[in-house]
C-alpha cells in the first residue's frame, strides 16, 4: 500500500513571499503520477500540479512549481509571488498506475497555507 | 465546458435512513471516482466506476455501494446511515482508462450531516 506524508499541518506566508509544501511518500511502485490540489474555504478540490514519475525533469506551473526527487521519494511544492487566493489546503496525492488505467488517489494529510498581507 | 456537479450540495439525514448522491462528469469524461472527507481520517478512496462497472473500491462497508449509467453520470448510496457517515463526499472525473491523461477534477462536494 502507498502512504502519502505531509508534515507541515500550517504555514503561513506573506504576499509576494516564495513558500514551499512538504510531501513524501512511500511506494514500492515504479509507474505513478503524483499530483498537488489545492482546497480553499469554498471545499472545491483544484488541481495545481502533476507529475509524471517517469519524467526527471519537475513540472511547473505559472507560479506553482515542483522539487521531484524520486529517488528520495519526495515531492515538494513551491509557490512563487504568493497571493492572497493562495490561502487554502494543500493536498498531496500519490496515484499507481497499473497496466496503463488510472486508479484511485492516495492523498496525504493536508498543509494549510495562510497567506498573510 | 461545465465542470463537475454534484447535487445535493447539502444534506441532513437521520440515523438509520438511506441517502443517495449524485455526480455528473464532466462532458468526455468517462470514469469517475467517490471520495469522502471527514476532519478526522481525511480524504479516502470509496470507489471508481469507468463504463457502468466498478474498478476499484476502497475499504469501506458494505453500505456505501455506487452505480454508474451509460451517460457517464454516477449515483452512491448509503444505506442504514451512521453518525460516522457525516462527511464530505467528493466526486471527480477523469478521461477514459488508458489515455495517458489521469488526472482527475473534482466537483464541489455534497455535506452530508447525520443527526
Sequence with gaps: AQTVTQSQPEMSVQEAETVTLSCTYDTSENNYYLFWYKQPPSRQMILVIRQEAYKQQNATENRFSVNFQKAAKSFSLKISDSQLGDTAMYFCAFMKLNTGTASKLTFGTGTRLQVTL | ????????????????????????PISGHRSVSWYQQTPGQGLQFLFEYFSETQRNKGNFPGRFSGRQFSNSRSEMNVSTL???????????????????LYEQYFGPGTRLTVT
Design chain 2, 1 to 24: 465546458k461545465a465542470g463537475v456537479t454534484q447535487t445535493p450540495r447539502y444534506l441532513i439525514k437521520t440515523r438509520g435512513q438511506q441517502v443517495t448522491l449524485s455526480c455528473s
Design chain 2, 82 to 100: 451512521e453518525l460516522g457517515d457525516s462527511a464530505l463526499y467528493l466526486c471527480a472525473s477523469s478521461l477514459s482508462p488508458g489515455t495517458g
